[in-house]
Each structure stands twice: as structure tokens, then as C-alpha cells.
């Protein structure tokens, strides 16, 4: 299985220029995917969204005819264009080209900030069908500007899995129906742009709580690439460091995993990861 996860930043380059269709095409070129997980989808944005390309959304989906399009945003406001039939949505999108079994939109945790900005977070969740049973894909991404906020998501998330494994281990009552027993997957896969890094408490946090960094077990010799501000020193004056992940639930800590990620592309202020496994 071979997953791409990338904050293309509505399709704004590092140098500011808007190029969502240069943005998909490079995704093209970097081979076939059985998952595509993308974070800063905009729709109807004037602030996001070039002319002629309002609703990205849509835009990705005719890009990628091949692939079942699973969209997740925070919220959907009314607007004025086309006679207040289109609304400013702005989230993630999950592209799946192989067997969709299942998929959820989990709103996260938005707790009061005062003074802070902050916007309305999701989690995009697909469970696809894999050898070794329903796999289940999170896409995400979490708050940058306030501490507390993003904690809470990720506790959120632990938690989501947590609950996930306590099912496996006592299954819920068979029935017909919306009771029937569905798809409970049997492993967890969470990448996006976490909005941490390696130095930060909510990475350790994850560690406590049952999961593993990917590039951990790749086998990859070396330092970890960086994932972000590698070409846009306007918004990142830090310089280029990671915030994006890839993240395996218990039952994948073993797995044989190959970790790659795209550090020449000037198209985001994030750079894309790639991460094939082998079930």
C-alpha cells in the first residue's frame, strides 16, 4: 500500500504564486497511490482561492476521476456567489483508489482560547480494505496557535484509538441494519500536518499512548528530512523543520514500511510524505 499525505496550502507555492493544478499535477508525477491524504482544501475562499478555481474541492476530484473522494471540513458558511448556493468550506480531503469500506468526519476538540485564532479542525477518517483486514486512514490537521487546543486533539484522537482496540478485544452485539457490526479496523494509520514537532509534548504523548512514528522504523539511515519551511522563510523565519507525520497504530509497529519524503518541490509550504507498507 503506497499513501501520500501533504499540506498543499490551498495551492500556494513557497513563493506566494497560486498553483493548485501544477500543485496536483506533481502529485501525478510521483506515481500511483492507493490513498491520497490532503490538508488545506479551500472552497469558495476568495482569500484561498484563485479565480477560475473557487471550489478546490471539486477541482481535485475531476483531477483524480479514478479515485473516491472522502471530504472533511470544519465548517460551511453561506456566501453570495451564485445566488448563495455555494458555501466557504475549508478542510481536509482523502482521495481512495481501492476499496472504500467505511468513512467518518471527526470534528475535534475546539476548547476556548481567549485572544487566540483558531478555526474549526477535522479529522478525515477512510477505512479501506487491506490483506489484513479494514485498515482504517486518518487524515488531520491540528491547531497551530494555541497549546491547550491541540493537546485536546490529540488526546481526542488517542482516545479514538483506544476505543477502537477496546472493541476489538469486546465486540460490540451482531444485528441487522444500522446495528449491523460494520467495519471495525484492525489497525490505524494518522498522518497530516500535526502542527508539532519531535521537541514538543504532544509528540511524546503519542508515544505514550500506544503509537509509533513512522521514519522510527523505516530503516532509514541518517537525520529525518524536514517536512516544512524548507523554501518559504516568509511564513517559517525558523527555517525548515517537521510537523507532518505519519503515525502507526500498535498493530503496524512491526511493519515493513518504506518512508520517503519530497524535499524538492517548491509547491507548498509543506512538503509531501510518502509511505508504502507492505499488507
Known amino acids: 500500500m503506497r499513501i501520500l499525505?501533504?499540506?498543499i496550502q490551498y495551492g500556494r507555492a513557497a513563493g506566494g504564486s497560486s498553483g493548485l493544478l501544477q500543485t496536483l499535477h506533481h502529485i501525478r508525477s510521483l506515481g500511483k497511490f492507493d490513498v491520497i491524504c490532503l490538508q488545506?482544501?479551500?472552497r469558495n475562499f476568495e482569500e484561498y482561492c484563485a479565480a477560475g478555481q473557487m471550489d478546490q474541492m471539486q477541482i481535485i476530484k475531476d483531477e483524480f476521476p479514478d479515485y473516491q473522494a472522502v471530504w472533511g471540513t470544519g465548517f460551511s458558511w453561506p456566501t453570495n456567489l451564485d445566488g448563495h448556493t455555494?458555501?466557504?468550506?475549508?478542510g481536509n480531503l482523502t482521495l481512495v483508489n481501492g476499496s472504500l469500506l467505511d468513512y467518518k468526519v471527526h470534528q475535534l476538540p475546539l476548547p476556548a482560547a481567549a485572544g487566540q485564532l483558531q478555526m474549526q479542525r477535522v479529522a478525515v477518517e477512510a477505512i479501506v480494505d487491506t490483506r489484513m483486514g479494514p485498515l482504517?486512514?486518518?487524515?488531520t490537521h491540528l491547531a497551530f496557535h494555541d497549546e491547550g487546543e491541540r493537546q485536546s486533539q490529540v488526546a481526542y484522537l488517542c482516545q479514538l484509538d483506544a476505543d477502537r482496540?477496546?472493541?476489538i478485544m469486546a465486540p460490540k452485539q451482531a444485528s441487522l441494519g444500522a446495528y449491523a457490526v460494520g467495519y471495525l479496523a484492525v489497525a490505524r494509520i494518522l498522518c497530516g500536518d500535526c502542527n508539532f514537532g519531535t521537541d514538543f509534548a504532544q509528540y511524546l504523548y503519542m508515544l505514550e499512548h500506544h503509537w509509533t512514528d513512522a521514519w522510527s522504523i523505516c530503516g532509514a539511515a541518517g537525520t529525518r528530512p524536514h517536512t516544512c519551511g524548507l523554501y518559504d522563510l516568509e511564513q517559517w523565519p525558523e527555517g525548515s523543520h517537521s510537523r507532518d507525520f505519519f503515525w502507526l497504530s500498535s498493530e503496524l509497529a512491526e511493519s515493513r514500511i518504506s518512508y520517503q519524503v519530497d524535499t524538492e518541490t517548491t509547491l507548498s509550504d509543506h512538503q509531501p510524505l510518502i509511505l508504502e507498507l507492505e499488507i
Open 136 to 139: 482504517s486512514i486518518c487524515n
Open 86 to 90: 455555494k458555501r466557504m468550506e475549508f
Open 165 to 167: 482496540r477496546a472493541q
Open 40 to 42: 488545506e482544501i479551500a
Open 5 to 7: 499525505s501533504w499540506n
